[in-house]
């Protein structure tokens, strides 16, 4: 089992920062993926961004530029760091991490609350 838990959401301004933090533990042998995605009212759960082993990164279109993944192994954590925020941008940003073997398992951290509002 891994469990997650994220931290850093809150209420920002436009153009503004926020840093999401997502710190991992239990047995994470075999996670081949961390990301971050994110869902905002009435809206599907989308990507916004991931993270392979070695370091290749995914970036959703509309955060590319913007947003940055991050990750620091011996502590067990990802990171998400979002600069120009827009409004379009406020939703629930749940932490992922996936391990494809045995049972293609997708792990789910309970989310934070990200609002972009003036």
């Known amino acids: 089992q891994v469990q997650l838990a994220e931290s850093g959401g809150g209420l920002v301004q436009p153009g503004g920062s926020l840093r999401l933090s997502c710190a991992a533990s239990g047995t994470l042998f075999g996670i081949n993926a961390m990301g971050w995605y994110r869902q905002a009212p009435g809206k599907q759960r989308e990507l916004v961004a991931v993270m392979a082993n070695g370091g290749t990164t995914n970036y959703a279109d509309s955060v590319k530029g913007r947003f940055t993944i991050s990750s620091d192994n011996a502590k067990n954590t990802v990171a998400l760091q979002m600069n120009s925020l827009i409004v379009e941008d406020t939703a629930v940003y749940y932490c992922?991490?996936?391990?494809?073997?045995?049972?293609?398992?997708?792990?789910w951290g309970q989310g934070t609350q990200v609002t972009v509002s003036s």
């Open positions: 992922n991490f996936h391990r494809p073997w045995p049972f293609n398992r997708d792990y």
